[in-house]
């Protein structure tokens, strides 16, 4: 358990600039992005238990706190998927390597404002 | 310095041998590159053109049981199977990467393959078993 924490702690504060919160943040939202995916096949389950029961759970997602955490599901989903792509990219051609840092700035100009519109939608009924 | 970059924060370098860790190397890239379609894709689509408020039990009627009731239900057969797998898979490379005692190891990736394999066949049986409730309100049509 120390292990793990020692080597989860060097993983967090080693200073790598822009490749490490790229790493840091791949993770984390892979990780969130998943526990929310156990719990969405447990919530689409629940259709086979009739209309009443399923209505009733899925107003847990209008709830003003899930509506914050639905905001950072897209920012995970997104930013998983596109700083995959960076990765996938490098992978297969690694002459692009040197623009690494540079297409990790490219994915954020892509996944922030996504984030935002899409946050958008998913907020405002809070405000109405 | 060698083309083949082995630096975690650029990305995990491909494993030799051909063996399963091999395989699971290119599935991620794989299933990562369909999942960068369809799942941001349904995303978008549930979140920005139908919106959370408004899904309920008619949108999942309407989606598996409508005319186009087949596509979709592939589709999230897809997503289901796509996303977990490279989900799970890279809960054991997190794993790896931190738990090292082989004892914890083993018993945690085990614990962790028993949700994957539950909540695929959970997702599967839901996606398959569904039909659509009879229309109470036929008659009163006439």
Redesign the interface.
């Given at each position: 358990m120390g292990q793990a924490i020692a080597s989860l702690w060097k993983g967090i504060t080693y200073r790598g600039r822009e490749g490490h919160y790229a790493f840091i943040l791949h993770r984390a939202a892979g990780l969130g992005v998943l526990l929310f995916l156990v719990l969405h096949v447990f919530d689409i389950f629940l259709v086979t238990l009739g209309e009443d029961v399923f209505n009733e759970f899925l107003q847990l997602y209008t709830h003003p706190v899930a509506r914050v955490l639905e905001v950072g599901l897209i920012f995970g989903v997104v930013y998983h998927a596109f700083n995959g792509l960076r990765i996938i990219i490098i992978d297969f051609w690694p002459r692009t390597t040197v623009y690494a840092r540079q297409m990790w700035w490219l994915v954020m100009a892509i996944t922030l404002p996504i984030t935002a519109i899409a946050g958008y939608f998913t907020l405002a009924p809070l405000f109405h | 310095m060698n083309?083949?970059?082995n630096?975690?924060?650029?990305?995990r370098a491909?494993p030799d041998g051909g063996g399963f860790e091999t395989f699971s190397w290119y599935f991620m890239?794989v299933s990562?590159?369909l999942?960068?379609l369809i799942?941001?894709f349904h995303?978008?689509l549930m979140?920005?053109y139908i919106?959370?408020?408004n899904?309920?039990?008619n949108t999942?009627v309407t989606r598996w049981t409508g005319p186009w009731g087949a596509f979709w239900r592939l589709y999230d057969l897809a997503l289901?199977v796509f996303?977990?797998t490279h989900?799970?898979n890279?809960?054991r490379w997190?794993i790896d990467?931190?738990?090292?005692?082989p004892g914890w190891n083993a018993l945690i990736k085990g614990v962790a393959l028993l949700?994957a394999v539950v909540?695929i066949l959970?997702?599967a049986?839901?996606i398959f078993?569904?039909r659509a409730?009879a229309p109470s309100f036929a008659f009163s049509l006439r």
């Open positions: - | 083309t083949r970059i630096h975690r924060t650029l990305s491909k890239r990562g590159a999942l960068l799942a941001v995303l978008l979140h920005v919106r959370v408020e899904i309920d039990f999942v289901l996303a977990l989900g799970f890279g809960l997190v990467d931190y738990i090292h005692r949700l909540v959970m997702g049986y839901t078993s569904f409730p």
